[in-house]
């Protein structure tokens, strides 16, 4: 129980407490087909592609508020745990911030270097239904990637960057998507 509770100097002054899910996201190049609709008189055709190339997305979603923060990476590894953690508590230095995550290798590593305003709590193992992360990943794949075929990397970039700012400025629908974890609602963050 002690690895809850901040100690003396990150507790004072009392900052309101947010809790946020985090976990990473590849999206690349091979392309994913899915249902859609036609006419009955049509036979769909989508076309497909099997490029070997990625990026990856690091998204914390706190579902009380629909805040989301992201970063896209090439890479996913501690270094850039690191990087999105120091750029997460700058975003809300104002707030002692609770993430929940799973047990990556990058989350676990000797070398993370933790901010004194974030507490990782990892969840347990093979339970992505815990973490609404997930449901984000899901959502972006269905509006945003699936049935497309991208000439580059770069339009794999763009395409996240446009679904993640999307989330980022639309807390209702983040809210909506993570309705199942409303639980959170009931925290007193003072």
Request: neutral net charge.
């Amino acid at each position: 129980m002690a690895s809850l509770q901040w100690s003396v100097e990150q507790a004072a002054p009392i900052k309101p407490i947010v809790v946020f899910f985090e976990d990473e996201g590849r999206f690349g190049r091979i392309s994913r087909e899915m249902y859609c609709w036609v006419r009955k008189d049509m036979i769909p055709a989508v076309a497909r592609q099997m490029v070997r190339e990625y990026i990856y997305a690091f998204s914390a979603i706190a579902p009380q508020t629909g805040d989301c923060f992201s970063l896209i990476a090439p890479h996913c590894n501690t270094d850039t745990m690191n990087c999105f953690l120091t750029q997460l508590s700058v975003q809300y230095a104002g707030y002692r911030i609770v993430l929940l995550l799973d047990k990556a290798g990058w989350h676990i590593s000797k070398n993370l270097l933790l901010p004194g305003n974030i507490l990782l709590l990892h969840l347990p193992p093979y339970s992505p239904e815990l973490n609404p992360v997930e449901l984000l990943w899901r959502e972006t794949r269905r509006k945003f990637f699936h049935n497309k075929i991208f000439n580059s990397l770069d339009q794999v970039e763009d395409t996240l960057a446009t679904a993640l700012a999307y989330y980022h400025q639309h807390t209702t629908a983040v809210k909506q998507l993570t309705n199942a974890y409303s639980y959170f609602s009931k925290i007193d963050a003072g």
